[in-house]
């Protein structure tokens, strides 16, 4: 009886076929990790768009107080109001027009600060990781004293000494956070630098403008999309946080995290007023926080096609 020698390709397959999940497994768990960026670039549209549209979906000023109409429940409520779509809070204001107004600060902060971080953080790290030396190491500790600091006791800090306000928020929280743009984009400088690509085009003369420009830069674009996405979603935290203390926006201006703050003595009576504003906060938060993720898959291809 003569034994069949198997093929020398197929036994260097076999750890990798027998590690692979069935064809039909991957199909689901692709369907569902697109079908979950999908949901959550929806929603944040969704949210994107109440807070664009406020004026025209929203039939009531957000700042405006009605006493005799405070502490109303939602409308499906045995007592609710007609007129108050979530009930309203203890000056009489529109919960639902605050929350759709509330949405504006949410993303305005959440964007501008990461904008700035971005900017910030790539050229330094751009700088110390491609330049080195002494320069890029001087950099390189400033951003780790940085990171010393607990981010928003550092921001409490600042704000506490510079003033509240919309503007400050957005600069503050900016600045401080440019310290894990720069580590990233430095480490990702590093090894793009010593690949084969760019010693090629080095050695044909290219400018090194040129070569950070066109070969250094787009390859360390997707760890700093992940990271940007995941800083949004912390710095709407940090900005409810601060505003929830008195220390964000300014208390005429409608925000999630003053709606908290005014909805922490009336739960026990009105728990819409810190129910509607906690889960928006938090479903946003986490669709950020899930995009980021999906991206992150998205973009590395080792992750695509797992």
Known sequence: ????????EAVDRAPVLAGRQPWYRQRLWRTLRRGSGLFNVGFLLVVTFAAVTAPWITNRDPTLSEPVKRLQPPTWQAAGSPAGLLGTDQLGRD???RLVYGARISLVVGLGTVLISTALGSVVGLIAGYVEGRLGTGLMRLADIQLAFPFLLLALAVVAAVGAGLLNVILILGIAGWAAFARVVRAQVLSVKQREYVEAVRAIGAGQPTIVVRHVVPNVLTPVIVLATATVANNIVVEASLTFLGLGVQPTIPSWG?????ARDYLAVAWWMGIFPGLALMLTVLAINLLGDWLRDYLDPNMRNA
């Open 1 to 8: 009886m003569s034994t069949a020698i198997p093929d020398a």
């Open 95 to 97: 919960v639902y027009t």
């Open 258 to 262: 003053s709606m908290l703050a005014d």
